[in-house]
Nanobody
Framework: QVQLVESGGGLVQPGGSLRLSCTASGSEFNLWTMGWYRQAPGKEREWVATTFRHTALTQYADSVKGRFTLSRDNGANTVYLQMNSLKPEDTAVYYC??????????WGQGTQVTVSS
């Protein structure tokens, strides 16, 4: 089993920045990828970004490319999502995701990000 604990959400004005953190524990060595999804009110959960644990590859959704940066500290089993130039449409609950090589998904509890003036 893997546990994912997120932190860092909050309220920010348009154009502002936030950094989310997600720390894995338990059998975290089984994770092949770590990343983030988000779910806005009334919408389906959507993929935001993913980093592959054993390579330098990181991928982003078009909607956040150039504004969000996903980084990781493998020693601390933690990934960070730096979100810059935030827009109201970025408002959502953000969920950390960890996935094993055989596609078992683990999820954090979610952290609210609200972009509003």
């Amino acid at each position: 089993q893997v546990q994912l604990v997120e932190s860092g959400g909050g309220l920010v004005q348009p154009g502002g920045s936030l950094r989310l953190s997600c720390t894995a524990s338990g059998s975290e060595f089984n994770l092949w990828t770590m990343g983030w999804y988000r779910q806005a009110p009334g919408k389906e959960r959507e993929w935001v970004a993913t980093t592959f644990r054993h390579t330098a590859l990181t991928q982003y959704a078009d909607s956040v490319k150039g504004r969000f940066t996903l980084s990781r500290d493998n020693g601390a089993n933690t990934v960070y999502l730096q979100m810059n130039s935030l827009k109201p449409e970025d408002t959502a609950v953000y969920y950390c995701n960890g996935r094993t090589a055989n596609n078992n998904d683990y999820w954090g509890q979610g952290t609210q990000v609200t972009v509003s003036s």
